[in-house]
């Protein structure tokens, strides 16, 4: 018996595809029609109909017909009831989607928009990923559904199968339609916990280049060619020569040149979290860097844009 | 169903607790099913439900928690203790309901989630269908209805998202809307459910003492039902209606007395025998409160029982099954029938027995009488009369009491008194002068309502008179009332009360009459349209149609088609959806219908631009105008996010004028 109802559940979905999740995915937006919303009636209704039956028959018994005009007027406000169930979901338009980006392990927080021509829809409720979340779509204007989903791994997460459904207005019936939004939400790799620092770029052409800057670094003598206003006046004074003050940058960053063969001896996926620390920490730091990947190349460069292009990068790596 | 949960381990709930707002609409429905039931309920109970329920609103208002269960449990036990003390027993129609009133307030104190509100507005719309058992008038009916829409807003508003600032607005107006929309389903079934012929177990006994007329009577039984105003029968007559003096309907008629009261007993006599004589005739038709008993009052003097009942020998008729509800029932009155005109020799010594022990006085009085009108009934008889008139007898509804011997004390002490004092000492003296004489107890006179041109017979209108029986004319009707008070027989018994300078009420005024005749004329209309829409009125229902008689069968098939249909049209409602305001697609369409007569017709797939450059090839003589729709068209279309409505204009007008008549082909 306890093995029968999962059984059943994929008897139907495979028999009965339109009825069940098992639908396929399809682009957003989603409108709603009439063909594929589900009417039950909830325990509760279930409990209210065998109350009106008993309503039905006592007032029949007594021939008490003031108390089956009272039955009847339930009854039928309960039948109409399931009618304005329906039209909460009829014509609704799931459409559409936004995410934030998150790590594996985290959960990333995705927004639908919901949306109905001209009359508004109450209490629409969404069960997505075993959690209920609840919303009122205003007239015309879109309303926006946010929850959240767990990132299991990295790459793109398709959205699951949610269960579209109402109550509204007596509690008595539930009108539903399974939808399965074919749209995914980017989930960026994790970065490993701790490791060795990116090796210290060998044979750049860059290397102990002084750069011109705005600290008194060390005093030279002159050169031909050095500009009149480094001479150091003063100091020269007492000294048999003139002196240049060399002025040089803070001790520079050095841009990182990341590269997917450089790291060696580990599988991908370390390889992946690997790199995505260095990243992380390149971006953190100010530092301005470059990732060589087997299939693509994005150079030197820093900013928002950039480690998000190489995270998606990584992300997406076979 | 049930109204509370039996159990000490409390539940773990994850469900959200249950809003301010719905738990104050749940107070409200059941304050509201509280006021329908209160009518019968002891005023000490219903005084205190309503104060449980007041102090459980402000208990949960200011923060409280449900009400522990130690408390609950023995308050349950205390209500049933209440209930069966105050009843004497926990089944039948009033400790149910005050039983189910009493833990539909009890349940408020454990209400704590959703769940609990709906399983309360449940049994609260079970306990308002109860309050109907009792009364199922007009006025009952619409409250208990109206009970329906807190009950709906409760429900409503467990499941709003964002509760609406305006109460009205929110919750009331939507739940109004929703039972007039769900009228005429309701009213479809109504109708075409089929009714029980009989019912399936027994109908609650009559376990309150009925106010009406009973099936005994002794002097003074009657008082308070000659100032209860409401209305005992309505009647309709096809053609004549009798007059003031006419308007007799017999109920009960009482062969034995013993000293104290008049009974019908249990005698067994021959079925009643053919009226002989007898004219004119009145045809009327019934309509007639419920009264728990079985007896059909009857216009004087009946031909024949009405269908589903039988005629007693005494002429009275009794119905098949007791009136429970408002009955209705078709009659012919004789007026001057010869009834029994051989009397059964049984039935003559049971309508001269007498109790040996009372009326001493008036016994010598009668057999005075019977010697000095040589046995000579009529001239008895209108002795008697004579002596209620000119003997200082006085008509009162409060008369004073009477000692141990009923007769003498009235005939020879207090004498005042009304119907019964009188109809019952008459008798007495009739029987000791030797002539056969019954008590006839029933409803007199009656108010004729010009609106609705129906005669209305109210409780007020109870009163008892005599029958002799006289050689060669059968049972007559003698009125020893009408010789004290004339105008009890021609005007009734409130006019007679008044006359004597007794309770004249404020609301009998005349300036009330038409208003008061009006409301009537609704009562009766509700009477006979909803109470009295019995299985054998539904059966008649579709004859108009030509379907002489429906049968359960048909009923069925009607009602399944009908609520097809009716639900048919709900559905067309919940799908239909505006088309999305896009006036240009329609207007395209409109030409592309104009364009397909002409014989162009638009193939799948072909846009817009290539279909009207083709239309304009083939029907050359409208190019321009053509052209200058395609441009129109593609210009709405495609220049703009949406169509700029100046320019949809354009388009409609030109579609408008476009006419493709004359077009050779």
């Keep these: 018996m306890a093995h029968a109802a999962p059984r059943m559940l994929a008897w139907a979905e495979r028999r009965l595809p339109a009825l069940t999740r098992l639908r396929p995915r399809e682009a957003l937006p ?132 949610i269960r579209i459904h109402t109550r509204w207005p007596l509690g008595l019936f539930r009108a539903w339609s399974w939808i399965h939004p074919d749209s995914s939400v980017l989930v960026y790799p994790m970065p490993e916990a701790m490791g060795p620092s990116p090796f210290e770029p060998q044979g750049d052409a860059d290397r102990g280049r002084p750069r011109v800057g705005d600290e008194l670094a060390a005093l030279r003598e002159y050169r031909p060619g050095d500009p009149r206003r480094h001479i150091a006046w003063k100091l020269s004074a007492r000294h048999h020569g003139l002196l240049v003050k060399d002025m040089e940058q803070p001790a520079p960053q050095e841009d990182w040149r990341l590269d997917w063969e450089s790291v060696r001896g580990l599988d991908d996926e370390s390889r992946i979290a690997r790199l995505a620390r260095w990243i992380d920490e390149a971006h953190d730091s100010g530092r301005r860097w470059s990732l060589k990947l087997p299939d693509a190349y994005f150079d030197v460069a820093h900013g928002d844009e950039h480690y998000h292009r190489c995270l998606t990068a990584l992300a997406l790596r076979p | 169903m049930t109204g509370f949960r039996l159990s000490i381990a409390p539940r773990v709930d994850t469900e959200p607790r249950l809003g301010e707002r719905p738990f104050n609409l749940l107070c409200l429905s059941m304050a509201f099913v509280l006021a329908t039931h209160a009518i019968h309920l002891p005023w000490w109970f219903s005084a205190t439900l309503a104060a449980v329920l007041g102090w459980r609103w402000w208990h949960r208002r200011h923060g409280g928690q449900p009400v522990s269960m130690w408390i609950k449990l023995p308050v349950v036990g205390l209500l049933l203790a209440v209930v069966i003390a105050t009843y004497g027993t926990l089944f039948g129609r009033e400790p149910g309901a005050a039983f189910a009133a009493g833990l539909l307030v009890l349940k408020t104190l454990e209400t704590e989630h959703r769940r609990d509100a709906r399983v309360g507005v449940a049994f609260g719309g079970f306990a308002l269908m109860s309050a109907l058992l009792f009364n199922q008038s007009l006025i009952a009916t619409l409250v208990v209805a109206l009970g329906l829409v807190p009950a709906l807003g409760t429900l409503r508003a467990i499941e709003e998202l964002s509760p609406p600032r305006d109460a009205w607005r929110g919750e009331f107006a939507p739940a109004l809307v929703m039972l007039a929309a769900s009228v005429p389903l309701a009213a479809f079934a109504f109708f075409f459910i089929p009714r029980l012929e009989s019912p399936l177990w027994g109908a609650p006994a009559a376990q309150r003492a009925v106010t009406g007329l009973a099936d005994t009577m002794s002097p003074g039984d009657m008082g308070e039902l000659l100032v209860d105003d409401t209305p005992a029968l309505r009647i309709t007559f096809d053609g004549p209606v009798p007059t003031g003096e006419g308007r007799y309907f017999r109920a009960y008629t009482m062969l ?410």
């Excluded at chain 2, 045809?283 to 728990?292: A, D, G, K």
């Excluded at chain 2, 009125?479 to 300078?501: I, Y």
């Design chain 2, 256 to 665: 034995y007395f013993d000293g104290r009261q008049w009974s019908s007993g249990y005698g067994a006599f021959p079925a009643a025998a053919d009226v002989t004589a007898g004219t004119p005739r009145f045809r009327y038709h019934v309509t007639m409160e419920p009264t728990q008993q079985r007896i059909l009052p009857m216009l004087d003097m009946p031909v024949a029982a009405p269908s589903d009942a039988s005629l007693q020998y005494d002429r009275t008729a009794l119905a098949n099954q007791r009136v429970q509800s408002t009955h209705m029932y078709d009659a012919v009155a004789n007026v001057d029938a010869v009834v029994d005109p051989v009397l059964n020799p049984a039935l003559r010594r049971a309508a001269l027995q007498l109790p040996a022990t009372t009326g001493e006085r008036a016994r010598v009085l009668a057999q005075g009488w019977a010697t000095e009108f040589n046995h000579d009934p009529l001239a008895i008889a209108r002795a008697a009369l004579g002596m209620f008139r000119d003997g200082g007898y006085r008509y009162t509804l409060a008369p004073a009491p009477l000692g141990a011997d009923r007769i003498d004390d009235f005939l020879f002490g207090t004498r005042e008194g009304f119907c019964e004092y009188y109809a019952s000492s008459f008798t007495f003296l009739m029987r000791a002068a030797g002539i056969p004489a019954r008590v006839v107890t029933g409803y007199q006179g009656g108010y004729w309502n010009k609106l609705g041109s129906y005669l209305l017979v109210r409780r007020s209108d109870a009163h008892a008179w005599t029958e002799l029986w006289i050689e060669g004319r059968g049972w007559v009707r003698f009125d020893p009332t009408g010789a004290v008070r004339p105008e009890r027989v021609s005007q009734g018994a409130a006019s007679a009360a008044n006359a004597s300078g007794e309770g004249v009420s404020f609301f009998d005024g005349s300036w009330l009459r038409p208003l008061r005749d009006r409301w009537d004329v609704v009562n009766q209309w509700w009477n006979q349209a909803v109470n009295g829409f019995d299985a054998l009125r539904q059966r008649g229902m579709l004859q108009p149609f030509g379907i002489r008689r429906t049968e359960i069968g048909d009923l069925a098939v009607i009602f399944a088609v009908g609520c097809t249909f009716l639900v048919a049209a709900a559905l067309g409602w919940a799908l239909f959806q505006r088309r999305e305001g896009d006036a240009l697609d329609a207007w395209m369409h409109r030409l592309q219908r104009k364009l397909a007569k002409a014989g162009v017709v638009r193939r799948t797939g072909e846009g817009p631009k290539h279909f009207m450059a083709r239309a304009a090839r083939s029907l050359p003589t409208h190019r321009n105008a053509l052209e200058r729709l395609s441009e129109l068209y593609l210009r709405s279309r495609y220049a703009h996010d949406e169509p700029p409505p100046e320019l949809v204009k354009q388009f409609r007008q030109l579609v408008r004028e476009f006419r493709t008549r004359g077009v050779v082909k």
């Design chain 1, 30 to 161: 989603i409108v709603l029609h009439r063909r594929r919303i589900y009417i039950v009636p909830t325990g509760f209704g279930m409990g209210f109909a065998i109350l009106l039956g008993v309503m039905l028959v006592g007032a029949l018994n007594y021939a008490n017909n003031a108390a089956l005009m009272l039955t009847c007027l339930l009854g039928a406000a309960t039948a109409g009831s399931m009618l304005v169930a329906f039209r909460v979901l009829n014509g609704l338009m799931v459409s559409t989607l936004r995410a934030d980006t998150a790590r594996v392990g985290e959960r990333i927080r995705v927004s639908l928009d919901l949306s109905a021509s001209q009359r508004a829809r109450h209490a629409v409720r969404m069960d997505i990923a075993g959690t209920e979340h609840a919303v009122d779509v205003p007239p015309g204007g879109p309303a926006t559904m946010e929850f959240e989903l767990d990132a299991e791994h990295r790459g793109w997460l398709p959205l699951p199968r």
